[in-house]
């Protein structure tokens, strides 16, 4: 049998390699997983539904030949279907949902061969930036048990940081990959929009603020997966420029001497927690002393009129969504099975007109034509994460709280993820800093769009100058 210190010794990759060589059977790593999950599941909530039946039969079925050929895996419980699973997007309101079909994201994980054996806990429709659901309750922080581990792919986060699964599925709409890695000590790139699919539903979620991809313990396992998944679908509406060659291959490649504009405060202007400010200077310290070129220097946004813009895309969505589930239920929208905050943002977008709708999609395309020209200067923008350490359970309250005071209470933690999503460009959260308590704080670094490379180039360097792989919680 493969115990945990063994299996937790590896990467996504690097369990695939110990199976392929027949070192390791896939049946005895899935197991390992699964009794990880037996063992903190219930002190952090990472899973809100297993899966462990399915997943055995489908070891039983034969794992294939991609390259994560029977590592196991986690789906966020996040519209990303899996064809006869419960789907509950976080929500008492979609009690009873089974998904009808794989999303094409979900085929390529499998193609690849992956496992899923569980699906994690998400916010209400991912609206909260931190995991903490009326629907399942709490996820909580494996580095504090009292505090939170982002949103609104928390669950995956702490899944992977409690060392059940070595990297798991998320999905980003303001930061929801970031922000969880961040709040977690892990690596979380949130890809060029259109680099991966999101069919076969859909075109686009959000306007295209939304994407998916996964938070991992390694860069190299975020690359390689970005290679198995990555690329249009037949019917896209758009898709990112091709890769000059796979992503793998930029994990240890020299990045050469970057242009590096460094920020100690939010792209809104507001102060950073003195503790952020430490780390990002730290950070710049460590890219000057890898030979990078770092000058302080951020785009200039009008962030009030972005942050009004993405309520507006994100209401509209959310009563669209509203609609159409209670079409299938027979019944009109009336907020029965919502937490307060999610049900005003989205009976808010009922009153919305087209205007309205077509303004905010132009705000941010002007706020992309800004980051192209800013990233023409520069090859990245360096900054933290979140405003401040991961905050206590509670601090956020959707259940109690307004659509609008809840939108601004989100905002405010949020220097400068969602801005990212508005423009389409790559950004990724790096985990080299902890505070005096022990606590991860991610360094944010963005680049232009399609440049993914340029990032995965820079992690796999300052992975192998700060490694953080070997680091984990105690539970």
């Known amino acids: 049998m493969l115990g945990h210190d063994d299996y937790a010794r590896h990467d996504a990759l690097g369990l695939a390699a110990l199976i392929r060589r027949g070192e390791v059977s896939a049946s005895e790593v899935l197991e390992a997983a699964l009794a990880r999950a037996d063992a903190v599941n219930p002190r952090v909530n990472a899973i809100v539904r297993r899966l462990d039946e399915r997943a055995r039969q489908a070891v039983r079925d034969g794992i294939g030949s991609g390259p994560f050929a029977g590592v196991p895996f986690l789906f966020k419980d996040l519209y990303t279907f899996e064809a006869g699973v419960p789907a509950g997007n976080g929500s008492r309101f979609w009690d009873g949902f089974t998904a009808p079909a794989d999303f094409t994201y979900v085929a390529r994980c499998r193609e690849a061969g992956l496992v899923s054996f569980g699906r994690t806990a998400t916010s209400e429709e991912g609206i909260s930036i931190s995991t903490e659901p009326v629907a399942t309750g709490p996820t909580r922080n494996p ?6 581990a982002g949103g609104s792919s928390g669950g995956a986060a702490a899944a992977v940081a409690a060392g059940i ?3 798991a599925h998320g999905s980003d709409g303001g ?9 977690c000590g892990l690596f979380g790139l949130k890809p060029s929009r259109g680099r991966n699919p999101m069919g076969p539903f859909v075109g686009e979620g959000w306007a295209g603020l939304a994407c998916s991809h996964v938070i991992s313990r390694s860069v190299r396992d975020s690359a390689a997966m970005l290679d198995a998944t990555s690329g249009p679908e037949v019917g896209d509406p758009y898709a990112a420029p091709a890769p000059a060659r796979p992503f793998l291959d930029e994990v240890g490649a020299d990045p050469g001497r970057l242009r590096v504009a460094l920020h100690l405060q939010g792209l809104d202007g507001l102060l950073l927690d003195p503790e952020n400010r430490r780390a990002v200077e730290a950070a710049g310290r460590l890219l000057e002393g890898l030979g990078h070129q770092v000058e302080e220097a951020m785009p200039e946004i009008d962030a009030a009129a972005l942050n009004r813009a993405i309520m507006v895309i994100v209401a509209a969505n959310s009563w669209n969504t509203v609609a159409m589930r209670s079409a299938e239920l027979g019944r009109e929208p009336d907020g029965t099975g919502y937490e307060r905050a999610s049900w005003e943002i989205a009976r808010s977008g009922r009153s919305l007109t ?3 709708y077509a303004a905010a999609v132009t705000a941010f395309h002007r706020a992309g034509r800004m980051f ?3 990233f023409e200067r520069f090859d990245v923008l360096v900054s933290t994460t979140m405003r401040r350490p991961p905050f206590a359970l509670g601090t956020l309250r959707p259940d109690e709280t307004g659509g609008d005071a809840f939108g601004r209470q989100c905002h405010a933690e949020m220097p400068v993820t969602h801005f990212f999503n508005m423009t389409g460009c790559p950004a990724m959260s790096v985990p080299l800093h902890w505070t005096g308590d022990g606590l991860p704080v991610g360094i944010h670094v963005g680049a232009g769009y399609g440049r993914e490379d340029l990032l995965l180039r820079l992690a796999g360097q300052l992975e192998a100058e700060r490694p953080w792989f070997d680091r984990r919680p105690q539970l």
């Not at 930061?175 to 709040?183: E, K």
């Open 143 to 148: 580095w504090d048990l009292g505090r939170t």
């Open 165 to 167: 699964v070595p990297m």
């Open 175 to 183: 930061g929801s990959i970031r922000i969880p890695a961040a709040q």
């Open 354 to 356: 087209a205007p309205d």
């Open 372 to 374: 192209g020209q800013f």
